[in-house]
């Protein structure tokens, strides 16, 4: 109001010079509900600001829309598409207009442009409530009847409801449809542009909401999908136009469709570009359909093999196209890549994954620059193990600026539970560091908006801004990167203590921790192209069976992903202040001994850390004894791992706090044991110990299997062992005769000399099981390079005619002969001649020894830091 | 089914993506703040049917320049939608805001010489004309055509003299060397391209 009022006197006295400063008043009006005065002031002299004729109509329309007067909306409707005969979400207000329905003017905001709500979507779910509404009497007369006592009053709502006259909503519904077909054929008929694809898509959303109101049949969506398809099925939006119709047809329906679709086939179109996808069209039907998935496996070998045909037959069309200009064919890859991987799911043989591997970098061979194939073998790659080449092609994305906030959630997860720290701190440091520059440049920037007086696109500005400052990637970003200085600096007490300092002892953190719950967090990733085995970063279905999934739905999974990363935060930002407290516990424990009466600050200590063991345990789903009981159960063997569920890493990291927290406590851990302050190494190190072999064992063989537990391995390396190792760096430190800490006549208490044996054992053990890693890690290092190349080629080798991995191969291998520069064309002819499925096998093995080097400095540190420790145990 | 309108703030995820999937080179985002902030009349998307973002124009006025001229910073369409005449209607979109919105008289871009759809496009269907050659415009050494066409200018011209300063359209000088249009900045990867299918 305060606002209107400030306007209309500017008015009086000023007048409006620029269009933002009329879109700002019809703004304010629109919010108070004044539709018909900001029409009033659109119509008049004001209105002529808005040069554009489209712009003012367009609002207009939303206006009419919004005050109820749909029949005069439906015609500014009509005006719009007479101009713009293209405009689809005009057409879709049209039609919401002749139709009243006024969902898509309501209130709600859908904020998430990346995800966008399909339309079909909105409108079946709003069905429902229609169907309630316009049966609501019958629904309730056959409650009534179904309840004896209340017959009489059925009959009274019958009677009231009599006059509902739903012959008339019939004809009503159907002569507006028909005002709605008709208006479609005369854009039809006006529009000679071949481009247009809107007035013909029109026509499939009208027979879709004839079905919604029970008034259409499938056999017309049907009759209007296949229209479509003889006009616009060669082009590659066709599956994306027609995708939300499908849904709404009856599975024996889409295979109806898909039947005549092959029937087509018979009669290619006469230009080869067309009827070429004519047929990629076909196959993605099919794979949209899920049709193709649930084919045989030789079934689903043989339509790879077809697919990777047509994509040779393909080349020479393309022989004169620049290399940044797509080639015709170019998805049939991907979709080969798809069917392999499904096959690799079904019979587990990883030659099919190898061959999906060979099959994009052989595309990437033709042409580098195609990078739905750099994002699925990053995926590849990552799956078998092989990170850093998985990396690398991330790298040859060249992804930056807000990219890095909707796109890297490709890699980072896999980053962050790997070896290179050097690549991950750069991941994180450009990230935080684009993500921080604008923040800091906000203020420049509104600035400008208002110099330009461009009212509107202030507001939007600073929405944006906080969409990013909100952004549960940035949250993670921040925390990840602090776990990894920690990881980085754990083999040395005094550097961790540094970053600790830096880090405020991990107190933001915590305070991070306990507000999560509440924060609104934005999921700004696009993962639209992520591969269907992986449609978010918290799933791969890879790594469970085959589950029979027909259709591989890219569903919005955006509230599981939010409780997800709100417990990983949760968990993750206690961790700095944990590892703080816990080497001042391992200390305190020493010192008291020491100073006797024991200090204040050391109870201090035990009570927070306690009261986090608590909170830890709780997000783990057990009370603080409960968990105790858990983590002592498998230690002893009584229980098995299978106890800590996918939460391995943090029930071991709680079994190493729960250490340090009891060797400065006087509560016993168990009620019937007497662990008071003694701590219980033991339990850790068995953990530790039992764990690091078992993913030892389950890995013996390279790159025969995916090494899935790698990551994993990687993690009880870098995490707990690295937390459990400054505990005993801070026992030793506090234990070593030298200056303040210099003990009183030199003898050892017991308590202390108690400690100390664990400790002495605990670095043993360690040491042990770390050279054991090193060992394995240099066994696959050494691993000779010719013997590992020949292991994953000699999946591939098979004869066209066998059944198994290898038929796709085969096709590619034997184009490589027949290509020619008249047929092909020079580029493509020079870049095959660098095509080597040997390359790619050594490439493999090369960037698993990058990985595994790494990995191994990583361990050789932590044995040396280890091996310093046990010798200044020994002076003690 | 695909809809030509003007971007918003949020576009802006998307549209780098396009820029991503379409173009070898990058800007950065204060750039596109730059323009969108600066003249969001000139900033074009088309939408898909599924709501997705399938292609773009940047564009600018030019401040620094008595005359009135009006520039294209970028044009990207997915490659899954070319061949359907949308950087035509992006195009068209934005020569007839920069006209009618600001009265520009004519309009140039850069293209690489060797994008022959691209240079097809905005001589044969577009009618813009080889003004000049720059020699190593763009970050890897290539050539870039300086291309014109003329506008109808000020006719209907309405508002511009409401600005303050600068050139015939601008509000302001540009922030923050925002505008990366010299060649050093160009070879810092930092320029956009024109491109289009």
């Keep these: 109001m305060l606002a209107e009022g400030l306007l209309k006197k500017h008015v009086a006295s000023h007048s409006l010079h620029e269009p933002e400063a009329l879109i700002v008043y019809i703004s304010i009006l629109e919010q108070q509900a004044r539709y018909g005065d900001a029409l009033e002031i659109l119509s008049g002299k004001l209105g002529s600001l808005l040069i554009i004729e489209v712009d003012k109509l367009r609002i207009q329309g939303r206006l009419l829309a919004r005050s109820g007067d749909y029949a005069t909306g439906a015609d500014i409707y009509e005006k719009i598409l007479e101009l713009c005969p293209d405009d689809w979400e005009c057409f879709l207000h049209y039609l919401g207009c002749l139709l009243e329905d006024g969902s898509s003017w309501s209130n709600g905001v859908h904020n998430d442009p990346i995800n966008p709500q399909k339309s079909v979507d909105c409108k079946v779910s709003q069905l429902p409530d229609e169907v309630v509404h316009i049966y609501y009497p019958y629904i309730l007369y056959v409650v009534c009847i179904f309840c004896c006592t209340c017959i009489l009053l059925a009959d009274l709502f019958m009677t009231f409801y009599a006059d509902f006259d739903f012959c008339n909503l019939d004809v009503q519904f159907h002569s507006r449809i028909s005002t709605s077909l008709a208006f479609v054929k005369k854009l039809q008929a006006d529009t000679s542009d071949d481009f247009i694809r809107c007035p013909y898509l029109a026509i499939l959303e009208i027979e879709r909401r004839k079905q919604l109101h029970g008034k259409g049949n499938d056999d017309d969506i049907v009759e209007a999908l296949m229209l479509y ?160 080449l998985a990396y690398e092609w991330y790298k040859s994305l060249d992804m930056k600026n807000i990219l890095m906030e909707t796109v890297s959630h490709h890699i980072l997860p896999q980053m962050l539970a790997s070896p290179l720290w050097g690549d991950l701190n750069n ?215 299978e106890a800590f569920g996918s939460d391995e890493i943090d029930w071991i990291n709680f079994a190493v706090f729960l250490n340090a927290w009891n060797l400065n406590s006087h509560e016993p851990l168990q009620p019937d044991r007497d662990q008071c302050g003694r701590g219980i190494w033991h339990v850790v190190d068995t953990l530790l110990v039992k764990y690091i072999s078992e993913k030892i064992k389950s890995m013996e063989s390279l790159v025969c299997s995916p090494r899935v537990d790698l990551p994993i391995l990687v993690q009880l390396v870098t995490e707990p062992l690295a937390w459990h190792g400054l505990v005993i760096q801070s026992c030793v430190r506090s234990s070593l005769p030298s200056g303040k800490k210099k003990k009183k006549g030199g003898s050892m208490d017991q308590h202390s000399s108690l400690v100390l044996n664990g400790v002495r054992d605990s670095i043993q053990s360690l040491c042990d099981i770390l050279k054991e890693v090193a060992k394995w890690i240099r066994g696959q290092i050494d691993r000779p390079e010719d013997e590992s190349v020949e292991n994953i080629l000699s999946s591939l080798r098979k004869k066209e005619q066998d059944e198994g991995p290898g038929r796709v191969f085969h096709v590619l291998e034997s184009l490589i002969p027949s290509i020619n520069e008249a047929e092909h064309g020079g580029r493509i002819c020079q870049e095959l001649k660098t095509w080597s499925a040997l390359d790619v096998a050594r490439k493999i093995v090369t960037g698993d020894s990058t990985l595994f080097s790494q990995f191994l400095n990583i361990c050789e540190s932590k044995i040396k830091s280890f091996q310093a420790l046990k010798q200044q145990i020994a002076q003690i | 089914m695909v809809c030509i309108r003007k971007a918003t703030i949020d576009d802006l995820l998307e549209m780098q993506a396009c820029n991503l999937l379409c173009l070898p080179e990058n800007y950065q985002m204060k750039y596109f703040f730059y323009h969108i902030l600066s003249w969001p009349h000139l900033l074009h998307v088309a939408e898909d049917y599924n709501g997705r973002i399938v292609g773009y124009v ?48 004519y309009v140039s871009l850069h293209v690489r010489k060797s994008n022959r759809a691209a ?33 109808k200018g000020k006719q209907s011209h309405h508002h511009h003299h409401h600005h303050h300063g600068g050139g015939c359209c601008s509000g302001d000088p540009r922030p923050m060397g925002a505008r990366p249009e010299s060649k050093s900045e160009a070879k810092a990867g930092t320029k956009a391209e024109s491109k289009t299918g």
Excluded at chain 1, 279 to 285: A, L, R, Y
Excluded at chain 1, 320 to 341: A, F, I, K, T, Y
């Design chain 1, 229 to 388: 398809f003889l006009k616009f099925g060669h082009l590659a939006s066709f599956s994306s136009d027609v995708e939300a119709f499908l849904q709404v047809l009856s599975p024996d329906k889409k295979t109806e469709f898909l039947a005549k679709l092959m029937k087509t086939l018979d009669s290619p179109a006469t230009v080869p570009t067309k009827a070429l996808g004519q047929s990629i069209t076909i196959f993605k039907i099919q794979e949209l359909t899920g049709n193709l998935y649930k084919l045989p496996v030789l079934e689903l070998e043989s339509c790879a093999v077809q697919m990777v045909k047509m994509y040779c037959k393909s080349l020479p069309l393309s022989k004169d196209l620049d290399p940044q200009e797509s080639m015709h064919g170019e998805e049939l890859l991907s979709m080969v890549c798809n069917v392999l991987v499904q096959l690799f799911w079904r019979t587990r043989h990883l030659g099919y994954f190898i061959e999906a591997i060979m099959v994009l970098e052989f595309g990437l061979t033709i042409r580098r620059y195609i990078w739905q194939y750099k994002i699925l073998l990053l995926h590849l790659y990552s799956h078998l193990g092989v990170i850093s």
């Design chain 1, 427 to 641: 991941l994180l440091k450009d990230y935080l560091k684009f993500m921080d520059d604008h923040f800091r440049e906000s203020a420049d920037l509104t600035f400008l908006a208002y110099r330009h007086r461009n009212y509107s696109k202030v507001i939007e500005f600073v929405q944006f801004k906080e969409r990013l400052q909100r952004s549960n990637q940035y949250l993670v970003a921040r925390v990840e990167t602090s776990v990894l200085q920690l990881k980085q600096k754990a083999d040395n007490i005094e550097e961790e203590e540094d970053v600790l300092k830096n880090l405020n002892s991990g107190v933001h953190f915590v305070e991070l921790s306990n507000e999560i719950g509440s924060k609104t967090l934005t999921f700004n990733e696009d993962f639209h192209s992520r591969p269907w085995w992986t449609p978010t970063t918290e799933k791969n279905y890879l790594l469970g069976p085959f589950e029979g999934l027909s259709y591989c739905p890219k569903e919005n999974l955006t509230k599981e992903r939010e409780e997800n990363v709100r417990r990983v935060v949760e968990k993750k930002s206690l961790l700095p202040r944990m590892i703080y407290l816990s080497i001042h516990s391992a200390s305190a424990s020493l010192k008291e001994s020491v100073e006797e009466n024991g200090s204040k600050s050391g109870s201090k200590i035990s009570s927070e850390l306690k009261f986090l063991l608590e909170h830890h345990a709780k997000m783990l789903g057990y009370s603080l004894s409960d968990a105790v009981e858990v983590v002592m159960g498998v230690s002893s063997g009584v229980k098995s791992f």
């Design chain 2, 58 to 105: 940047l564009a600018k006025m030019e401040e620094e320049s008595s005359e009135c001229k009006g520039h294209i910073t970028s044009l990207a369409v997915l490659r899954t939608h070319r061949k359907l005449g949308l950087a035509t209607k992006l195009m068209t979109a934005a020569q007839t805001a920069m006209e009618q919105v600001f009265g520009a008289e």
């Design chain 2, 119 to 151: 240079f097809n496009l905005y001589t044969e269907t577009l009618g813009y004309k080889i003004h000049d050659v720059e020699a190593k415009y763009y970050a890897d050494g290539e050539d870039a055509y300086d291309m014109r066409k003329q506008l």
